[in-house]
Nanobody, 111 residues
Framework: QVKMVESGGGLVRPGGSLRLSCTAS????????ANWYRQAPAKERELIGT???????TYADSVKGRFTISRDNAKSTVYLQMNTLKPDDTTVYFC?????WGQGTQVTVAY
C-alpha cells in the first residue's frame, strides 16, 4: 500500500518560516513527481508546487519566490520550505504522489 504522511505544520508569525515534510511509504519515490497542495476552508484544493523526479520545480504565482520544494529520495521525503509567510497562507497543506494524498498538516500564520 502507498501512504503519504505530512508533518511540520504549526503556528508561525507573519514573515516567519516553516518547513513541511511529506514522507512516502510503499512507493519508490525517486521516480515519481511530487506535488504540494493547500486547501482553505470552503475552497478548492490548490496546486502550489511540483517537483519532478529529476528535481525540477514549478510554483504557483501566489508562492513563487517564497516557497521552495526539494526532495531527499534516500529518506523518501519531499519538503516544502515556506518563507515570508503571510496570513493568507493559513490553511491545510497536502502532498500528493502517485495520485495518493496525505492527511494534511495545518499551517497557521498569525501573531
Amino acid at each position: 500500500q502507498v501512504k503519504m504522511v505530512e508533518s511540520g505544520g504549526g503556528l508561525v508569525r507573519p514573515g516567519g518560516s516553516l518547513r513541511l515534510s511529506c514522507t512516502a511509504s510503499g512507493i519508490f519515490l525517486a521516480i515519481k513527481t511530487a506535488n504540494w497542495y493547500r486547501q482553505a476552508p470552503a475552497k478548492e484544493r490548490e496546486l502550489i508546487g511540483t517537483i519532478t523526479d529529476d528535481g525540477f520545480t514549478t510554483y504557483a504565482d501566489s508562492v513563487k519566490g517564497r516557497f521552495t520544494i526539494s526532495r531527499d529520495n534516500a529518506k523518501s521525503t519531499v519538503y516544502l520550505q515556506m518563507n515570508t509567510l503571510k496570513p493568507d497562507d493559513t490553511t491545510v497543506y497536502f502532498c500528493n504522489v502517485y495520485s495518493r494524498w496525505g492527511q494534511g498538516t495545518q499551517v497557521t500564520v498569525a501573531y
